[in-house]
């Protein structure tokens, strides 16, 4: 029995390994081909394989939301038709690839951030300069920070039942 569990023990890790090391797979490029939202873009790799893509460690304003309809059109504006690089990190719980992504050279993130067109999402930031970003365009009242008391995405798909794709 002890036997057992042991080796129950090693192939659990393993599998864990595995998995970590397919979410946190390479860089890739792709043609972007559709904006969801302010943070969920499309892109079409050489391979001709599509690609949805979540931009990590931020949340923008749903699209029924005050300034999400701003906020995808800014994340167009950076990104439609143009080369991304992803940077995957994780896989979220629709099979998005949640990643870093640099359009024409340009840090997506942060740009987002930084006009005032989404939040950090504190739940799953680690990069501090998304918090300076998102203080900037708070004290500018750039983007969404121009509402005087703008909803966080996250608690208004609270407040609306609304399902995040």
């Known amino acids: 029995m002890p036997h057992f569990n042991s080796a129950l023990k090693f192939t659990l890790g393993a599998l864990c390994v595995l998995y970590l090391s397919a979410a946190q797979a390479a860089s890739f490029s792709g043609k972007v081909v559709g904006i969801a939202d302010g943070d969920t873009l499309t892109v079409l790799t050489a391979s001709k394989k599509q690609h949805r893509i979540r931009?990590?460690?931020?949340?923008?304003?749903?699209?029924?939301?005050p300034f999400g309809s701003k906020s995808k059109q800014s994340f167009s504006d950076l990104c439609?038709?143009?080369?991304?690089?992803?940077?995957?990190?994780?896989r979220d719980r629709y099979q998005r690839i949640v990643a870093r992504v640099k359009c024409a050279g340009v840090d997506v993130n942060?740009?987002?951030?930084?006009?005032?067109?989404?939040?950090?999402?504190?739940?799953?930031?680690?990069d501090h300069d998304l918090y300076v970003l998102e203080h900037g365009a708070k004290a500018e009242?750039?983007?969404?920070?121009?509402?005087?008391?703008?909803?966080?995405?996250?608690?208004?798909?609270k407040n609306s039942n609304v399902r995040q794709v």
Do not use: C, H
Request: avoid cysteine; charged fraction near 25%; aromatic fraction near 12%.
């Open 141 to 157: 009242k750039r983007g969404l920070w121009a509402d005087s008391s703008p909803t966080p995405p996250w608690q208004w798909r």
């Open 55 to 65: 931009l990590a460690e931020i949340d923008a304003p749903e699209n029924a939301q």
């Open 80 to 90: 439609f038709g143009k080369e991304a690089e992803i940077t995957p990190l994780v």
């Open 110 to 126: 942060s740009e987002q951030v930084n006009r005032g067109m989404a939040w950090v999402y504190r739940r799953y930031a680690k």
